[in-house]
């Protein structure tokens, strides 16, 4: 049993920077790819970025060229670090991994707010 447990979150103003970690315990074999999703109130959880098994990555288009994703294999860690960072990027992030093509494994999240 994989199980996801996410840190770093935080109130930093606008412009500031935050890193995001999320630590897998278990065997992450056959975990295609992790990623961070984000839920802000009254939206739908929407993927912000991901990185698979080869270290190959993808951004939703409103965090590109701020937000960078990178994983520690040897940790069994994945980090979201967050630059530049915006009103609207407040949220509670959730960490996840995919197997296969389905985002089944889930973090509890942690909370983002910026806000000066």
């Known amino acids: 049993q994989v199980q996801l447990v996410e840190s770093g979150g935080g109130l930093v103003q606008p412009g500031g920077s935050l890193r995001l970690s999320c630590a897998a315990s278990g065997s992450l074999f056959s975990i295609a790819a992790m990623g961070w999703y984000r839920q802000a109130p009254g939206k739908q959880r929407e993927l912000v970025a991901a990185i698979t098994s080869g270290g190959n990555t993808n951004y939703a288009d409103s965090v590109k060229g701020r937000f960078t994703c990178s994983r520690d294999n040897s940790k069994n860690t994945v980090y979201l670090q967050m630059n530049s960072l915006k009103p609207e990027d407040t949220a509670v992030y959730y960490c996840?991994?995919?197997?296969?093509?389905?985002?089944?494994?889930w973090g509890q999240g942690t909370q983002v707010t910026v806000s000066s």
């Open positions: 996840a991994g995919r197997r296969g093509a389905v985002w089944e494994l």
